[in-house]
């Protein structure tokens, strides 16, 4: 969710309005709102990015602006608030993907999160040389170039 931060703005948190089902936004499985599952994960990710707070807008009033809100439920909620995976191994898992999906700018912020989730630089490099294997030769060089970008931040 690259870019998340970057039109961030304080709001209401009774803005988001996903429809009328009482069950959508909250997770039956452990009765975990996502919402507020999906901010944690996120600032553990990527401590400070986000301010604190519950009422935290991450519209931006433009074409789309509710793709990060979307992302914040069903990904960062759903996905990475999940027992079952350390978000060690979930950072490993996301890289692979990415790299496979030819999806740099979501590659270079999981860089920086994957080394907040404890990744050194040499096994982030290890996962862009596997990748070759899987993904393609091009698909890698892209994902170590947007891994050098990431951080040189």
């Given at each position: 969710?690259?870019?998340?931060?970057?039109?961030?703005?304080?709001?209401?948190?009774?803005?988001?309005?996903?429809?009328?089902?009482?069950?959508?936004?909250?997770?039956?499985?452990a009765g975990t709102d996502l919402r507020a599952a999906g901010l944690k994960a996120m600032?553990?990710?990527?401590?400070?990015?986000?301010?604190?707070?519950?009422?935290?807008?991450?519209?931006?009033?433009?074409?789309?602006?509710?793709?990060?809100?979307?992302?914040?439920?069903?990904?960062?909620?759903?996905?990475?608030?999940?027992?079952?995976?350390?978000?060690?191994?979930?950072?490993?898992?996301?890289?692979?993907?990415?790299?496979?999906?030819g999806a740099e700018t979501e590659l270079r912020t999981h860089v920086r999160i994957a080394?907040?989730?404890?990744?050194?630089?040499?096994?982030?490099?290890?996962?862009?040389?596997?990748?070759?294997?899987?993904?393609?030769?091009?698909?890698?060089?892209?994902?170590?170039?947007?891994a050098r970008e990431a951080l040189a931040d």
């Open positions: 969710m690259s870019g998340a931060g970057a039109g961030a703005k304080l709001g209401s948190g009774s803005d988001l309005q996903v429809g009328t089902d009482p069950q959508v936004g909250a997770d039956s499985r600032r553990e990710a990527l401590p400070g990015v986000f301010p604190e707070g519950d009422d935290l807008d991450l519209r931006d009033g433009r074409l789309g602006e509710e793709l990060v809100e979307i992302g914040l439920t069903s990904v960062w909620g759903a996905l990475w608030a999940r027992e079952g995976l350390s978000r060690r191994d979930r950072s490993l898992v996301t890289l692979g993907i990415l790299i496979a999906l080394r907040t989730n404890g990744l050194t630089e040499d096994e982030i490099a290890e996962v862009i040389y596997h990748a070759t294997g899987y993904a393609g030769f091009p698909a890698a060089t892209a994902a170590r170039n947007a």
